[in-house]
């Protein structure tokens, strides 16, 4: 192996260590007693306990907060990748008014930093009677993944020949019907980008729950991190199995959907 491609097999190692180690410290930190984690010295080897989850699955409201992120967000990436494939669809094969302003709007608001819309969202919300509401809250979220799901999927689809629609056709399919048996299925790497990005955006989303949600019923696992660490104080061991099973969910989702995700998101950008 020449030295070149050992330094850059190296350097890769080494950013990849910054970044998983405070992952595996995370984690490992959850599984310690607490006397291991206080210590002056690093504790690499210990027996570890489930102490630590137990005492965060058994914070008040835990489960209440579980099932509303999970509903939303998976409501909002399921409603997300409804409209987008009708969406993408149009902007790739059907030619219209005002196509090339819909192209445009999209990117412009796939680029838009959602945190200065808090305010006018609380307004809207506030003027709506819709504060503490688990709806408005997957509209919102819903609206946040729409513009990057258009745009990846419009790549995907403008990448599959027109030629194999035309041959649905002459096979006596309709459109709608060449869409679901030929184009549909071969989306699949374009789906899961979009999928782990949005539930990733809406997962870890916390400026809008955080306004508009006050009530602890429609809250969701963001908010509540920030007040088990305040209940709980100096319980780090806690603090991190917290921490750990707020993780969770986006680790098995990525590991799941990695693979095609990674592909996905880079074809899905160029083509087209």
Same mark, same amino acid.
């Given at each position: 192996m020449r030295p070149g491609t050992v330094a850059k097999n190296l350097g890769a190692l080494a950013i990849a260590a910054v970044f998983v180690f405070? $992952?595996?410290?995370? !984690?490992?930190?959850?599984?310690?007693?607490?006397?291991?984690?206080?210590?002056?010295?690093?504790? !690499? !080897?210990?027996?570890?306990?489930?102490?630590?989850?137990?005492?965060?699955?058994?914070?008040?409201?835990?489960?209440?907060?579980?099932?509303?992120? $999970?509903?939303?967000?998976?409501?909002?990436?399921?409603?997300?990748?409804?409209?987008?494939?009708?969406?993408?669809?149009?902007?790739?094969?059907?030619?219209?008014?005002?196509?090339?302003?819909?192209?445009?709007?999209?990117?412009?608001?796939?680029?838009?930093?959602?945190?200065?819309?808090?305010?006018?969202?609380?307004?809207?919300?506030?003027?709506?009677?819709?504060?503490?509401?688990?709806?408005?809250?997957?509209?919102?979220?819903?609206?946040?993944?729409?513009?990057?799901t258009i745009w990846t999927l419009r790549g995907f689809i403008a990448a599959v020949p027109v030629s194999l629609e035309e041959a649905a056709a002459i096979d006596g399919c309709t459109r709608g019907q060449a869409f679901r048996k030929v184009i549909f299925p071969l989306l699949a790497p374009g789906l899961m980008s979009t999928s782990l990005f949005g539930f990733i955006t809406a997962w870890n989303e916390f400026a809008m729950v955080l306004i508009l949600n006050k009530d602890v019923e429609a809250q969701t696992l963001p908010l509540w991190l920030t007040t088990f660490q305040t209940a709980f104080g100096n319980d780090w061991g806690a603090t991190m199995a917290a921490s750990s099973l707020f993780a969770v969910p986006v680790l098995i989702v990525f590991l799941f959907l990695q693979r095609k995700a990674v592909g996905g998101m880079t074809a899905g950008a160029v083509k087209g």
């Open positions: 405070p $992952v595996y410290w995370m !984690f490992s930190s959850a599984l310690k007693p607490q006397a291991e984690i206080l210590t002056k010295d690093p504790v !690499f !080897f210990f027996v570890p306990t489930f102490e630590n989850f137990g005492t965060a699955t058994g914070a008040d409201n835990f489960w209440t907060f579980a099932q509303n992120s $999970v509903m939303v967000t998976v409501c909002a990436v399921g409603l997300a990748l409804l409209v987008a494939l009708g969406a993408s669809f149009a902007i790739a094969r059907m030619t219209f008014k005002g196509r090339k302003g819909l192209v445009l709007g999209v990117m412009m608001a796939q680029m838009a930093p959602w945190e200065v819309m808090v305010i006018v969202m609380y307004m809207i919300a506030r003027d709506g009677d819709w504060l503490n509401s688990l709806p408005l809250l997957t509209l919102i979220y819903f609206v946040m993944v729409l513009p990057f």
